[in-house]
């Protein structure tokens, strides 16, 4: 399964032509669009959600969970089960992102098609959910799933949540796994924001977004059964980058700061030679050409790209609160990650770094079948807890 890209290819954004040599599997794409999504209020499916709850695991069990054939020849390493999710993604025949528009890429097939398949092959059962799910106006423009625990007593902590597909495709659906797990393991309303993305809107959109919604949370959590005075953020991918620019814009506008911030394998810089975008061309389900292709698709020109809210690595990161950070070995985003960490110890802001190895981009939330899965989402869970509590 390993095909050929140029490292030429990868980086030259701004050339159609170059960036249609390279391949991606292009398992961050959405199946509705954020509209589609939002037009009820309760839209997450129960075989979605299994993928968070780990007690789902059948007699099958997630340790005889393995590919039936070879690993990929770019992930030798791989652990058994994340090796099957991505076996389960390559029979899905996804196309190579540079070769289609956003608007194709949204209707694609993605890793968490791929996670639940898998699931059913392995006989793993539907849990089920412990949090109810609500629609939300957060911003002109912008909705946004509300995740309130079934159990507890309120006011609960909050967590505004920002999804992955760099900035351009995946929503609240793609998701909903991780923002299932963290709602049901942290005991927090959390906040799953659908904010815009490009071509159509492109930099700042979703940073605007994604701070005019916590803002929102902040005025309205106990609307919400949340306690407006302890609010965490929370984002994958993109959606990392994301929180962080959040945290960095509260600080910098005077407004309450998040108590917490967990970052999973964030874009944070706009970097495209670091050494694990250099190795990682083509990986799944991201590699370098499909950075590439977000951030033609997201970015006004390459000047967007040094703006601190991109740029995070390069960004004044003083002030900022205690950071979790969660990475994975098989991803481009690996190097610039475990940078940003650095930066934040180094700028006095209290960080946990934890690298899993034998996973790939987007395996946090795959608790059901991925047992490094499980574990980074404990990881997380506690922290938040911690900071929370």
């Not at 968070?52 to 005889?64: H, I, L, Q």
Request: proline share 8%.
């Amino acid at each position: 399964m390993k095909f050929p890209i140029s490292h030429s290819s990868a980086f030259a954004w701004l050339t159609a032509p170059a960036l249609a040599g390279g391949l991606l599997l292009s398992s961050c794409n959405s199946q509705p669009t954020a509209t589609e999504t939002d037009k009820t209020a309760t839209v997450v499916s129960e075989a979605t959600n299994a993928a968070s709850d780990s007690t789902a695991v059948t007699a099958t069990g997630m340790g005889a969970v393995k590919p039936t054939g070879p690993k990929p020849a770019w992930g030798p390493d791989l652990k058994p089960e994340m090796a099957a999710v991505i076996e389960q993604l390559m029979s899905l025949n996804p196309k190579p992102l540079p070769t289609l528009t956003a608007v194709q890429a949204r209707k694609g097939p993605n890793f968490a098609d791929a996670l639940k398949k898998q699931m059913q092959v392995s006989n793993i059962a539907m849990p089920a959910m412990n949090c109810d799910t609500m629609s939300a106006t957060v911003a002109p423009g912008v909705r946004a799933r509300v995740y309130t625990p079934k159990n507890g007593t309120a006011p609960f902590p909050v967590i505004v949540y920002y999804h992955g597909g760099g900035w351009v495709i995946a929503n609240n659906d793609t998701y909903a796994a991780s923002a299932q797990a963290m709602c049901e393991q942290v005991g927090a309303v959390l906040v799953s924001v659908e904010y815009r993305k490009g071509p159509e809107h492109k930099f700042p959109t979703a940073h605007d977004d994604a701070f005019a919604a916590y803002q929102y949370v902040l005025k309205n959590a106990a609307s919400m059964k949340g306690d407006p005075k302890r609010v965490a953020v929370m984002g994958e991918s993109a959606g990392g980058g994301l929180a962080c620019a959040v945290s960095m814009m509260a600080r910098d506008r005077k407004v309450a700061l998040p108590k917490y911030q967990v970052l999973v394998y964030p874009i944070a810089g706009y970097d495209m030679t670091t050494p694990s975008y250099q190795k990682f061309t083509d990986t799944a389900p991201l590699n370098a050409p499909a950075m590439a292709w977000f951030f033609k698709n997201y970015l006004r020109s390459p000047a967007d790209g040094k703006d601190p809210r991109v740029n995070l690595v390069a960004a004044n990161l003083k002030g900022l609160e205690p950071t979790t950070i969660i990475g994975a070995e098989y991803d481009p985003l690996m190097s610039e990650g475990k940078t940003l960490a650095d930066k934040l110890t180094a700028a006095g802001v209290k960080t946990n770094y934890k690298l899993y190895n034998g996973t790939t981009h987007e395996f946090f939330g795959m608790g059901a079948v991925v047992p490094e899965a499980k574990e980074a989402e404990a990881l997380a869970a506690s922290d938040l807890k911690g900071a929370l509590k």
